[in-house]
T-cell receptor, first 113, second 111 residues
Framework: DAGITQSPRHKVTETGTPVTLRCHQT?????MYWYRQDPGHGLRLIHY???????DKGEVSDGYSVSRSKTEDFLLTLESATSSQTSVYFC????????????FGPGTRLLVL | QKEVEQNSGPLSVPEGAIASLNCTYS??????FFWYRQYSGKSPELIMF????GDKEDGRFTAQLNKASQYVSLLIRDSQPSDSATYLC???????????FGAGTRLAVHP
């Protein structure tokens, strides 16, 4: 998984609670991304980062926030989890080279009850 | 809204046959195209990328790009049961290397 870890790998939480997912990379890549994957929708971009403290919204950013205080860490926070945020969350990284390829972490399965 | 379309499948092929996976995209300005493979319960892994019209071969895999028709395909020769997975087509959509994914095509290779 190209030196990418995600934590936790599985989480069950209740509606209305805040949740933070962590993505950690050891590749020193500049770009980091958070996606969610749901049946029938493929992978959809939530937020992305193009450098430390530089982040922007993706296609499905409502209800999510992110932070990147260090090159290696990109945090995704569900401010008040809802059942519609039950999904598999993937982090990806890219250095902008080799065809701008993105490499994916192992994913986090989140269930919001 | 930039879109990437794939047939969801399943595409069923016998072992040893050629599997042909297709993808169309809406943004005529798209430059880079990617094929990822995803096994059930796993993360997507890159198979190959292409950005020039024509064919690009890597082992049993060949990507084909036709920008005029806004069409990209992936051929898998000598398909094996281990190739059974979902194949995701993706296109660079905008700055900062953001990817737009299709919903994926599920491939089943039967012995």
């Amino acid at each position: 998984d190209a030196g990418i870890t995600q934590s936790p790998r599985h989480k069950v939480t209740e509606t209305g609670t805040p949740v933070t997912l962590r993505c950690h990379q050891t590749e020193n890549h500049r770009y980091m991304y958070w996606y969610r994957q749901d049946p029938g929708h493929g992978l959809r971009l939530i937020h992305y980062s193009y450098g430390v403290k530089d982040t922007d919204k993706g296609e499905v950013s409502d209800g999510y926030s992110v932070s990147r205080s260090k090159t290696e860490d990109f945090l995704l926070t569900l401010e008040s989890a809802t059942s519609s945020q039950t999904s598999v969350y993937f982090c990806a990284i890219s250095d902008g080279g080799a065809g701008e390829t993105q490499y994916f972490g192992p994913g986090t399965r989140l269930l919001v009850l | 809204q930039k879109e990437v379309e794939q047939n969801s499948g399943p595409l069923s092929v016998p072992e040893g046959a050629i599997a042909s996976l297709n993808c169309t995209y809406s943004d005529r300005g798209s430059q880079s195209f990617f094929w990822y493979r995803q096994y059930s319960g796993k993360s997507p892994e890159l198979i190959m990328f292409i950005y020039s019209n024509g064919d690009k071969e890597d082992g049993r895999f060949t990507a084909q790009l036709n920008k005029a028709s806004q069409y990209v395909s992936l051929l898998i020769r000598d398909s094996q049961p281990s190739d059974s997975a979902t194949y995701l087509c993706a296109v660079i959509g905008g700055g900062y290397n953001k990817l737009i994914f299709g919903a994926g095509t599920r491939l089943a290779v039967h012995p």
